[in-house]
């Protein structure tokens, strides 16, 4: 079946990093996103990884893929209160053209 | 050039009452696709279009959820006879030609169902 975990909340102090974690569960997904949502506002994407890769750095975003594991990661480096949101991942199964998306992580950043 | 707008951005309705939620897409974006998000709820997929069509209705909670596409761009999902778990925000999301699949989402409808 279709189902992408992710934990509910995350706290981190500003400065240290964040790691937000998800598990997916359908293998053919071709790639796996990461999105942002802002209080009051839709999803925006953050960033993407290709399956057949595992890690992908983009600024302050490091994306770890584990396709053995179906384990998708998300680093942020020196969080800023600014990354106070709600994060989801979600994986695009082969063949679908629907994304299946994850819970979300609520990310609190405090000073 | 502009985003995906959603209208209304607030609406409240007693149980019972019809409700029309609208999108419109990112222009030249050919796949509309329509979420609902609960309260601590993660997204839940209700339709998709390719053009004016709906490959995948399957999400739908109900009969009482329809939605059309018309000339490609605008669509409306209404919601019939609205009970109190409807209370929501619905996300609309339009989607860029090409891989990877890049979704652009609206700011969403909250919907509040008395």
């Known amino acids: 079946g279709e189902d992408v975990e992710q934990s509910l909340f995350l706290s981190v102090r500003e400065g240290d990093s964040s790691v937000i974690n998800c598990t997916y569960t359908d293998s053919s997904s071709t790639y796996l996103y990461w999105y942002k949502q802002e209080p009051g506002a839709g999803l925006q994407l953050l960033t993407y990884?290709?399956?057949?890769?595992d890690m992908k750095q983009d600024q302050r975003l490091t994306v770890l893929l584990n396709k053995k594991d179906k384990h998708l990661s998300l680093r942020i480096a020196d969080t800023q209160t600014g990354d106070s949101a709600i994060y989801f991942c979600?994986?695009?199964?082969?063949?679908?053209?629907?994304?299946?998306f994850g819970t979300g992580t609520r990310l609190q950043v405090f000073p | 050039g502009a985003g995906v707008s959603q209208s209304p951005s607030n609406k409240v309705t007693e149980k019972g009452k019809d409700v029309e939620l609208r999108c419109d897409p990112i222009?030249?974006?050919?796949?509309l696709y329509w979420y609902r998000q609960s309260l601590g709820q993660g997204l839940e997929f209700l339709i998709y279009?390719?053009?004016?069509?709906?490959?995948?209705k399957s999400g739908l909670p109900s009969d009482r959820f329809s939605a059309e596409r018309t000339g490609g761009s605008v669509s409306t999902l209404t919601i019939q006879r609205t009970q109190q778990e409807d209370s929501a925000v619905y996300l609309c999301?339009?989607?860029?030609?090409?891989?990877?699949?890049?979704?652009?989402f609206g700011p969403g409808t909250r919907l509040l169902v008395l």
């Open positions: 979600a994986e695009s199964p082969h063949n679908t053209d629907k994304l299946i």
């Open positions: 279009f390719q053009g004016n069509s709906a490959p995948d």
């Open positions: 999301a339009s989607t860029s030609p090409g891989l990877p699949e890049t979704q652009y």
């Open positions: 222009s030249g974006h050919t796949a």
């Open positions: 990884i290709f399956s057949n890769m």
